[in-house]
């Protein structure tokens, strides 16, 4: 029989060692127009879990999770990837990258190179690794996200949610760390949305540790080990996915749920 991620997490979570991969304290954030997105955020992941951000639109969900990669900077606060500190240093910048990897809303694959060549560019050049080793890998992570057939074509002969699969092995391929998905499934029809999510939730099942920006309900109350509410650049809850979905007490919580779940 199988169980909800939820409920499996809860009935293991003692007899595993609890260790820290993501900690980001007192995160503060400005843009140059003067909006402050993000306002004394902190949040800490641990290794093999899974964490939804939720939240409504502005809210800075999507701002940061792109600060544990650097691809926004921060004024305040920190934030240390597996024990490396991101500040504007540009080495530990490259060696946070290389921990982390990242699925965007728009697939941004190269169309000049066909799905394997997407896959191995950057192992070949950031790892070091050999074409044939790096080909390898490839085709194990195509065929992992169930699409291994299409290795020779183009980015543009794929579906969008094709595409985004193949995000995601290319992610995979420079062996993360960590995983963050920011909003994978907005760009795409919804009878494609399923198709990454399954490929989600099976990284999910093998121990990837991933943070999630996502609106998908039905996702969050099966795969997630918690759920973060982001309101007004401020960490508003921090709870399971029963309690943030079925039971909360907060009332910008239970607003926002009001107008996703309708």
């Known amino acids: 029989m199988s169980y909800p991620r939820s409920e499996m997490t809860h009935s ?35 290794k093999g879990e899974v964490v939804v951000l ?24 920190s934030i240390e990837i597996d024990g490396i ?4 240093d540009a080495k530990n910048i490259e060696l946070v990258r290389r921990e982390v990897g990242m699925v965007f809303q728009q697939f941004n694959l190269f169309p000049h190179l066909t799905i394997l060549g997407n896959v ?18 490839g085709m194990t992570l195509l065929k992992r996200v169930g699409i ?12 969008g949610g094709q595409q985004q699969r193949v995000a995601i092995a290319r992610a995979l391929a420079m062996k993360p760390k960590v995983m963050l998905f920011d909003e994978p499934t907005s760009a795409l029809d919804p009878e494609m949305v399923r198709e990454v999510l399954d490929v989600m939730r099976g990284l999910a099942e093998s121990g990837m540790t991933m943070v999630c920006v996502t609106h998908e309900v039905g996702f969050a109350r099966e795969v997630a080990d918690r759920v973060i509410f982001l309101a007004e650049g401020m ?9 943030f979905f079925n039971n909360s007490t907060n009332e910008r919580t239970r607003k926002f749920l009001s107008q996703i779940l309708h």
Not at 12 to 29: F, L, R
Not at 85 to 88: D, E, Q, S
Not at 148 to 159: E, F, R, T, V
Request: net charge neutral; no cysteine; proline share 6%.
């Open 12 to 46: 293991t979570v003692s007899t595993k060692e609890i260790q820290p991969i993501i900690v980001a304290k007192n995160v503060e954030k400005t843009y140059d127009n003067g909006f402050h997105v993000l306002k004394g955020v902190s949040l800490t992941v641990n």
């Open 54 to 77: 939720m939240g409504p639109s502005g809210s800075g969900k999507s701002t940061f999770i792109r600060t544990f990669n650097a691809l926004e900077p921060y004024q305040k606060g």
């Open 85 to 88: 500190l991101i500040a504007h």
């Open 120 to 137: 191995t560019l950057a192992p070949i050049h950031l790892r070091g690794m050999s074409k044939a080793d790096a080909e390898d890998l």
């Open 148 to 159: 291994d057939h299409q290795a020779n074509k183009y980015p543009g002969q794929l579906s």
């Open 235 to 243: 960490l508003v809850e921090d709870t399971t996915p029963d309690k």
